[in-house]
Each structure stands twice: as C-alpha cells, then as structure tokens.
C-alpha cells in the first residue's frame, strides 16, 4: 500500500530550485521540493448580517425596488447607500418604479462554478429611473443571443419567484 490510499490524489512531483544561480553549492530546501498536491472539497458556512442595506433586501423580496435619497443634496443613490458619496449626507430610503436604461454590458462565457448562474453570464450597468447613479447586475430573458443586447435599451427588474441562495438572487434586469 502505498499512496493509492489518497484518493484525492492528483500528482507527486519534485519542484525544481526557483534559485539555483543563488545556491551553486546545491539546494539548501532538496528535503522539502518532493510535492504532493491533492484535490480538496471544503464546505463553509458563514453567518453575514446585510447591515444597513437590509431593506433594500427585504424589500426585493417584496417585490419593489429601492434606492436612497440624500436628505441634503436630493442626490438618489442605486445602488443604496447610507451616506451620500458626494456630500456626506445622511440617506433615506425612496422605491423607484424598476425601470431604466441599459448603459453598457459586459458578457461572460466563464464564470467560477459557485455562481450557479445561465451562461453566457451578461453583467447589465442601467441608469434606473429616478436614480442619479448606474446599478450592476445581470441581464437575463434577453433572447437566444447577447447581439440583441443594445445599449439603451429598456430593461426592469424582474423578482425572482423561486426560492434562491442570496438576497441578491431576489431580482435581476430583464428587457422591458
């Protein structure tokens, strides 16, 4: 027996002195370049607290969109925040009807496996209506290619109407 016991196994190997030219009196770390590399699932539960920005979530899952307003500047913040970028003023929650404007994209064919998203994965910057500021998120139902995603082009949010694994999965953008 020997290491067929580790079933994860991927490969031994010995890794080569990335500094030879600095040791020509040989390998200071030869005892420790014989390499085992092994594949390893881990499973990780976290615990996170949404804060401040919880009843933009909870709302989500009400089916309406908010943003902040800045009771100083009247600035309207979408993606919320507590605190206006531009004049440190404290912010107000305000529902915005879920419309706006596509202002550009990007389109993903790859994506890390825990995204558990449709591929091609379209990442959607809309200017939503009422809304000073552009809101990121993904572009979904846009047909059977990303070429009939226009800049400009209506979109709303759509409400998810399944069970999802993130407050965040509660919407996504949508041609309107």
């Known amino acids: 027996m020997g290491l067929e016991l ?3 196994l991927l490969e031994v190997f010995t890794a080569e ?4 030219f600095e040791h020509p009196e040989g390998d200071p770390w030869a005892d420790f370049r014989e390499i085992m590399r092994i ?3 881990m499973d990780f539960t976290y615990k996170h607290i949404l804060g401040k920005y919880s009843k933009f979530f909870i709302e989500l899952a009400n089916g309406k969109f908010l943003a902040t307003e800045c009771k100083k500047c009247g600035k309207v913040w979408a993606i919320p925040r507590p605190l206006c970028a531009d004049c440190l003023g404290i ?3 305000k529902e915005l009807p879920g419309t706006g404007k596509l202002e550009s994209f990007s389109v993903s064919h790859f994506v890390p496996a825990f995204m558990e998203v449709e591929i091609p994965y379209v990442l ?4 939503m209506d009422g809304a000073g500021t552009l809101f990121t998120h993904q572009l979904s139902n846009y047909g059977d290619s990303p070429e009939a995603i226009k800049i400009g082009m209506p979109v709303k949010v759509a409400y998810a109407k399944e069970p999802v694994s993130h407050p965040m999965l509660l919407m996504h953008f949508e041609p309107a």
Not at 124 to 127: E, I, N, T
């Open 91 to 93: 912010t107000r929650w």
């Open 6 to 8: 580790v079933t994860n």
């Open 124 to 127: 959607a910057m809309v200017k």
């Open 17 to 20: 002195d990335p500094m030879a």
């Open 39 to 41: 594949e390893w699932k």
